[in-house]
């Protein structure tokens, strides 16, 4: 046996130990990663919902290869220094999931990044506090609950820290956050420190080395705070969408190293300091959505490094700086401009056009007026120009179709003027191109083509001529899903050759297009369209059998106001749907409805109104079950209303008016627990008002008038609470007006008219707060009217809501109707910009027409819509009422019509009716008033019609004001002792008609301010005034005896002398 010398037996021990230490980190080293770190990483994949597999690579020996694990092997021999899991969309499999122990094994982690998942129901790791070598923390958007834990102050190495939109979790205090003096970023984004204002100044100045402070969405109401002076290299700044209130202090512009600024969505008041342009390095400033006021400095053209500029929706005014951007002749870096919705006024400056990095511009929503500059169409980059909502005129320059990169322009909404330019043509890029709401009166150019890039055309509500080729215009269009040319004032040519087109069409909309001649054929080939718009295109044929089944996504389709005159045969409704309109047509025939499988259908609105349909209502309605309106009024229907309309349980309004239904009102209506609206007006119903209508508790208008109804109203109705429209007129109703009425304190309108109601006037509905029209006219009511009605309180005060009759309505002369003309019912319109809902009233989320009624006014039967917005009208007429007319009927200042004709009442009429300021009509005809005609009728300015005629009225008709010359004698006549103008037409011609010379000058003759008749009477009264006194003068025996007789006259009437006093 041989014994090893020193050395071999030192080497040998040395490799003993060596192959001993080796093995023990084996088994804690797998290639680089230590065991215990690994078996951490598992548990955490354990504990996660790894739905999108982000995690699949986490298997293995060697965690450092795994997705988001980076260890350092070489400074820390292998330990896991990074992790960054963010936006792997994870959740965790248990609410409050342990993963706070796995994150002690991770002792060596200088970056953490768990942002971008939903740890919901999972409190925040406390154990991330104990991570002392940690320089990077970002937990934004991880959804943490719990507390913040006050030991994240212990990370002094901390450089980098985002707690940002985690709005469950809660800061107990901020007094750990000095302890962080490395860090130098800080996101508190979406948590509350509103709680620590009194303490937060003081803390944010300690943080010295910050440069992104990020503090938006904290609920800070208070004002900037100071102490951001003492941070010298805060770099980027946010405390958007808090409640700030206050002015932008000064001292912010001494903020040098400022290259971000973010205060929007605050409640900022003031004008924006000039001092804010000192901050020479600044490239991105947002104060929008503030209360701003004042003008925009023209210093902020100091900062030349600015790219990003954001002052929308505030008040500013002024105009936009016409440096804006660059600065002696040195074209800055201003890439986004975006002012939109403020009050700013003049022009767009030219100069806007020299800022070459634009590729933004939105100044939309201003009063900016003047033409578009054509250097616009320089800026090379410019992706976005809307400036709609503005008083821009003038044509579209044609140097905009040069930006080939613009994708969005939107010019609706202003005073443009012209042709549509045929440079659009060359804007490839374009994806939208608004131009509605102008005044475009130019046409299409013939050899138009828009791009093929272009999703989106509007052209709507302009005055454009001539006709353009859809073949031409619409052939490149690959890309096309919007296209609305309503209300355009352009003809299409339809090519009669068939054509398919480029393009797949979501919205179709040709209102008022003037097509002529049958539906479009390529309109067969749109399978995507969703919203289709035909209606009054003058379209002319039967409806096409493809026209049920060519879109599988068909949700509105509107035909009406055309000549298409096939019966309406639907073999059957597509599934999807919801809006059908073909009212006002030619369809000539039957209504035949192929309804199958109903529980699919989803439509909700259908309208067949005034298109001359005949026959029954289809039974098979009643399986329609999704409708929501039903509108046959106008037609030529007969029969009884069928039972199967009562299981319609969504139905809210149903129009059958003006048909010739005969029949009773079928009780099964009284199921339609959803109904609205009910109008069976204009037929020939008989019977009498079902019990079970008072069922309807949800009911907002009533509508029976015109029919051949019998008995008395139904208690039960006194159950319609919500009532704003009754109208059951022209029926043969007997009893008493009912007192339960006067519990409708919603009800607009109360039409009783021409019935056979009798007794007196129930004083309770003079107490309906809410009544505008109230017509109770042609009855056998009789008694004084009630003091009650004379203190409407929908009549007593003027408001804005008598402007809504129209714009036509202004104060009368001549004799004119102040009112615009009486116009058909306004029905559902599917038009987005006034039509659609915006005809349909709301209530809650139920949905109905607006009203439309007939009246009785300035003496023969009119037809008003809006009735529900702004009229209001009193009309008693043909009863048996007597008694004086109290002079408080001049409360009634909002009163338009007054109807008291064909009555007993007697007395003076009141002179406090020219109070009624906003009256039109007021006819008082045949009564027993007497005494004098109040002068103050004569300045009521929209007074257009009066009726005195008949009555005892005596002395001189008054002449005050411009109107009461403008009434003929039948106003007048029958009252025998009336004098004057117009009864005695001798004394009226003059002021009618006056006559001229022609030799004078008609300028000088208003200057002088008389007119040759009344200077002619002055001449001939003065020139025999100075021929009496010159023969006075002359002759003393005709100077004394006429001095005897005046001594003798003034003796008779006064006395002697003696007598005087």
């Given at each position: 046996?041989?014994?090893?010398t020193?050395?071999v037996c030192?080497?040998?021990?040395?490799?003993l130990l060596?192959?001993?230490?080796?093995?023990?980190n084996?088994?804690?080293f797998?290639h680089?990663?230590?065991?215990?770190?690994?078996r951490?990483?598992l548990?955490?994949?354990?504990a996660?919902?790894?739905?999108y597999g982000?995690l699949?690579?986490?298997?293995g020996?060697?965690?450092?290869?795994?997705?988001g694990?980076?260890?350092?092997?070489?400074?820390l021999?292998?330990h896991?220094?990074?992790?960054d899991?963010?936006?792997?969309?994870?959740?965790?499999w248990?609410l409050?999931?342990?993963i706070?122990?796995?994150?002690?094994?991770?002792?060596h982690?200088?970056?953490?990044?768990?942002s971008g998942?939903?740890?919901?129901?999972t409190?925040?790791?406390?154990?991330?506090a104990?991570?002392?070598n940690?320089?990077?923390l970002?937990?934004?958007?991880?959804y943490?609950?719990?507390?913040?834990?006050?030991?994240?102050?212990n990370l002094?190495?901390?450089r980098?820290l985002?707690?940002?939109?985690n709005?469950?979790?809660n800061?107990?205090?901020?007094?750990w956050?000095?302890?962080?003096?490395?860090?130098?970023y800080?996101?508190l984004?979406?948590?509350?420190?509103?709680?620590?204002?009194p303490?937060?100044?003081?803390?944010?100045?300690s943080?010295?080395?910050?440069?992104?402070?990020d503090l938006?969405?904290?609920f800070y109401?208070?004002?900037?705070?100071?102490s951001?002076?003492n941070?010298?290299?805060?770099?980027v700044l946010?405390?958007?969408?808090n409640?700030m209130?206050g002015?932008?202090?000064?001292w912010?512009?001494n903020?040098?190293?400022?290259t971000?600024?973010?205060?929007?969505?605050?409640?900022?008041?003031?004008?924006?300091?000039?001092?804010?342009?000192?901050?020479h390095?600044?490239?991105?400033?947002d104060?929008?959505?503030n209360?701003i006021?004042?003008i925009?400095?023209e210093a902020i053209?100091?900062?030349?490094?600015?790219r990003?500029?954001?002052?929308?929706i505030?008040n500013?005014t002024?105009?936009i700086?016409?440096?804006?951007?660059?600065?002696?002749?040195?074209?800055?870096?201003?890439?986004?401009?975006?002012?939109h919705?403020?009050?700013?006024e003049?022009?767009i400056?030219?100069?806007?056009g020299l800022l070459?990095n634009?590729?933004?511009i939105?100044?939309?929503?201003n009063?900016?007026s003047?033409?578009?500059?054509?250097?616009l169409g320089?800026?090379?980059?410019?992706i976005?120009?809307d400036?709609h909502?503005n008083q821009?005129?003038?044509s579209i320059?044609?140097s905009?179709?040069?930006?080939?990169?613009?994708?969005?322009?939107?010019l609706?909404?202003n005073?443009?003027?012209?042709?549509l330019?045929?440079?659009?043509?060359q804007?490839?890029s374009?994806?939208?191109?608004?131009?509605?709401?102008?005044?475009?009166?130019?046409?299409?150019?013939?050899?138009?083509t828009?791009p093929?890039?272009l999703?989106?055309?509007l052209?709507?509500?302009?005055?454009?001529?001539g006709?353009?080729?859809?073949?031409?215009?619409l052939?490149?269009?690959?890309?096309?899903?919007?296209?609305?040319?309503?209300?355009?004032?352009?003809n299409?040519?339809?090519?009669s050759?068939?054509?398919?087109p480029?393009f797949?069409?979501?919205?179709l909309n040709?209102?008022?297009c003037?097509?002529?001649g049958?539906?479009?054929?390529?309109?067969?080939?749109?399978?995507q369209?969703?919203?289709?718009?035909l209606s009054?295109?003058?379209?002319?044929?039967d409806?096409?059998?493809?026209?049920w089944?060519f879109s599988?996504e068909l949700?509105?389709?509107n035909?009406?106001?055309?000549?298409?005159?096939?019966?309406?045969?639907?073999?059957?409704?597509?599934?999807?749907?919801?809006v059908?309109?073909?009212?006002?047509?030619?369809?000539?025939g039957?209504?035949?409805?192929?309804?199958?499988m109903?529980?699919?259908?989803s439509?909700?609105?259908?309208?067949l109104?005034?298109s001359?349909?005949?026959g029954?209502?289809?039974v098979?309605?009643g399986?329609?079950t999704?409708l929501?309106?039903?509108d046959?009024?106008?037609?030529?229907?007969?029969g009884?209303?069928?039972?199967?309309?009562g299981?319609?349980?969504?139905l809210?309004v149903?129009?059958?008016?003006?048909?010739?239904l005969?029949?009773?009102?079928?009780a099964?209506?009284?199921?339609?627990?959803?109904?609205v609206?009910l109008?069976?007006a204009?037929?020939?119903?008989?019977g009498?008002?079902?019990?079970?209508?008072?069922?309807?508790?949800g009911?907002?208008?009533?509508r029976?008038?015109?029919?051949?109804?019998q008995?008395l109203?139904?208690p039960?109705?006194?159950?319609?609470?919500?009532l704003?429209?009754?109208?059951v007129?022209?029926?043969?109703?007997?009893?008493k007006?009912p007192?339960?009425?006067?519990?409708?304190l919603?009800?607009?309108?109360?039409?009783m008219?021409?019935?056979?109601f009798?007794?007196?006037l129930?004083p309770?509905?003079?107490?309906?707060p809410?009544?505008?029209?109230?017509?109770?006219s042609?009855?056998?009511?009789f008694?004084?009217?009630?003091?009650?009605?004379?203190n409407?309180?929908a009549?007593v005060?003027?408001?804005?809501?008598m402007?809504?009759?129209?714009?036509?309505?202004?104060?009368?002369s001549?004799?004119s109707d102040?009112?615009?003309?009486?116009?058909?019912?306004?029905?559902?319109?599917?038009?987005?910009?006034g039509?659609?809902?915006?005809?349909?009233?709301?209530?809650?989320?139920?949905r109905?027409?607006i009203e439309g009624?007939?009246?009785?006014?300035?003496?023969s039967e009119?037809?008003y819509a809006y009735?529900?917005?702004?009229?209001?009208?009193?009309?008693?007429?043909?009863?048996?009422?007597?008694?004086?007319?109290?002079?408080?009927?001049?409360?009634?200042k909002a009163?338009m019509?007054?109807?008291?004709?064909?009555?007993?009442?007697?007395?003076?009429?009141?002179g406090?009716?020219?109070?009624?300021?906003?009256?039109?009509?007021?006819?008082?005809s045949?009564n027993?008033?007497s005494?004098r005609i109040?002068?103050?009728?004569?300045?009521l300015?929209y007074?257009?019609?009066?009726?005195?005629s008949?009555?005892?009225?005596?002395?001189?008709i008054?002449?005050?004001?411009?109107?009461m010359?403008?009434f003929?004698?039948t106003?007048f006549?029958g009252?025998?002792n009336?004098?004057g103008?117009?009864?005695?037409s001798?004394k009226?011609?003059?002021?009618?008609?006056?006559?001229?010379?022609?030799?004078?000058d008609?300028?000088?003759?208003?200057?002088q301010?008389?007119?040759?008749?009344?200077?002619?009477?002055?001449?001939?009264?003065?020139?025999?005034?100075?021929?009496?006194v010159l023969?006075l003068t002359?002759?003393?025996?005709w100077?004394?005896?006429t001095?005897?007789?005046?001594?003798?006259?003034?003796i008779?009437l006064?006395?002697?002398?003696?007598?005087w006093r």
């Open positions: 046996m041989a014994f090893c020193n050395s030192m080497f040998t021990s040395l490799s060596y192959s001993a230490f080796f093995s023990v084996l088994l804690l797998v680089g990663c230590p065991l215990n770190e690994a951490a990483l548990s955490l994949k354990a996660f919902n790894n739905d982000m699949k690579s986490w298997k020996d060697d965690c450092c290869v795994w997705r694990v980076h260890c350092d092997e070489i400074e021999g292998g896991v220094t990074e992790l899991i963010s936006n792997f969309y994870l959740t965790v248990e409050d999931a342990d706070d122990s796995a994150f002690l094994q991770l002792k982690l200088r970056y953490l990044d768990l998942n939903y740890f919901l129901g409190s925040f790791p406390p154990g991330l104990l991570l002392k940690l320089s990077y970002n937990v934004a958007y991880a943490f609950e719990g507390n913040i834990a006050p030991q994240l102050g002094s190495s901390l980098f985002d707690l940002s939109d709005v469950l979790l800061l107990n205090s901020l007094e956050l000095p302890s962080l003096s490395m860090l130098k800080l996101s984004k979406g948590i509350n420190i509103g709680y620590f204002e303490t937060w100044e003081s803390i944010i100045g943080l010295f080395h910050l440069t992104h402070l938006s969405d904290c109401d208070s004002t900037l705070p100071v951001l002076l941070i010298s290299s805060l770099a946010k405390f958007r969408g409640g209130s002015s932008m202090p000064s912010m512009g903020m040098s190293k400022l971000s600024l973010d205060l929007s969505e605050n409640c900022l008041n003031g004008s924006i300091p000039r001092s804010l342009s000192k901050p390095f600044l490239e991105y400033l104060l929008s959505q209360d006021i004042g925009i400095p053209a100091n900062l030349t490094s600015l990003y500029l954001n002052l929308s505030n500013l002024g105009r700086p016409s440096n804006l951007g660059y600065v002696d002749a040195n074209v800055g870096s201003l890439s986004y401009l975006d002012l919705q403020n009050q700013l003049g022009r400056p030219s100069g806007l070459t634009l590729t933004y939105d100044l939309s929503g009063r900016i003047g033409p578009i500059p054509p250097s320089n800026l090379p980059s410019l976005v120009l400036l909502d821009l005129e003038g320059p044609v905009l179709g040069k930006i080939s990169t613009l994708r969005n322009l939107s609706s909404d005073k443009m003027s012209g042709d330019p045929l440079s659009f043509a804007l490839s374009l994806i939208g191109l608004d131009l509605r709401n102008n005044q475009l009166n130019g046409s299409i150019p013939s050899l138009l828009l093929s890039s999703k989106t055309f052209l709507s509500n302009n005055n454009m001529t006709t353009f080729s859809d073949q031409v215009l052939r490149n269009g690959s890309r096309l899903v919007e296209l609305d040319l309503s209300y355009s004032g352009l299409i040519d339809i090519d050759a068939p054509w398919i480029p797949q069409l979501r919205n040709l209102r008022r003037k097509i002529g049958p539906i479009p054929s390529w309109i067969s080939t749109q399978f369209l969703e919203t289709v718009d009054d295109a003058n379209l002319v044929e409806l096409p059998s493809w026209l089944e599988s949700i509105s389709l035909l009406s106001n055309n000549h298409l005159v096939s019966p309406v045969t639907v073999p059957s409704i597509p599934h999807t749907l919801q059908l309109d073909l009212s006002v047509n030619e369809l000539n039957p209504l035949l409805l192929d309804i199958r109903p529980e699919q259908l439509l909700e609105v259908l309208l109104a005034d001359k349909i005949k029954p209502i289809p098979s309605l399986n329609m999704s929501v309106i039903l046959l009024s106008n037609n030529q229907l007969r009884n209303i069928p039972d199967s309309l299981d319609l349980e969504n809210q149903l129009h059958l008016e003006k048909n010739h005969n029949g009773e009102v079928p099964s209506l009284a199921k339609l627990s959803e109904l609206m109008n069976l204009s037929n020939e119903l008989e009498k008002i079902p019990d079970d209508l008072g069922n309807l508790t009911l907002a208008s009533l029976l008038e015109k029919n051949n109804l008995g109203l139904p039960s109705l006194a159950q319609l609470s919500d704003q429209v009754l109208d007129g022209e029926n043969n109703l007997t009893g007006i007192y339960w009425i006067a519990d409708y919603s009800l607009h309108v109360l039409m008219r021409s019935n056979n009798k007794g007196k129930p309770q509905i003079g107490e309906m809410n009544l505008r029209l109230l017509d109770l042609s009855n056998l009511l008694g004084e009217i009630p003091n009650t009605y004379l409407f309180s009549m005060n003027v408001n804005e809501d402007s809504v009759l129209g714009a036509d309505r202004r104060p009368v001549g004799g102040p009112l615009p003309e009486p116009s058909p019912d306004s029905g559902y319109d599917p038009r987005p910009d039509g659609g809902e915006g005809n349909v009233h709301k209530n809650e989320d139920k109905y027409y009624l007939d009246l009785i006014t300035k003496g009119r037809h009735v529900l917005s702004g009229m209001t009208c009193i009309d008693l007429s043909n009863n048996r009422l007597w008694g004086h007319l109290p002079k408080e009927i001049g409360n009634l009163l019509f007054l109807n008291l004709s064909r009555n007993s009442f007697n007395g003076d009429i009141p406090s009716m020219g109070n009624l300021s906003q009256l039109e009509s007021l006819d008082l045949f027993s008033f005494g109040p002068f103050q009728l004569g300045i300015d007074l257009g019609y009066l009726n005195l008949y009555n005892n009225l005596s002395g001189v008054p002449q005050q004001g411009p109107h010359i403008t003929d004698e106003a006549s009252n025998p009336l004098q103008c117009p009864v005695e001798w009226c011609s003059t002021r009618r008609s006056p006559v001229s010379p022609p030799s004078v008609v300028k000088e003759e208003t200057n301010g008389f007119s040759w008749y009344e200077l002619s009477i002055g001449w001939s009264i003065a020139a025999g005034f100075c021929a009496v023969v002359f002759k003393a025996n100077r004394k005896a001095f005897d007789q005046m001594d003798r006259v003034i008779f006064l006395g002697e002398p003696t007598n």
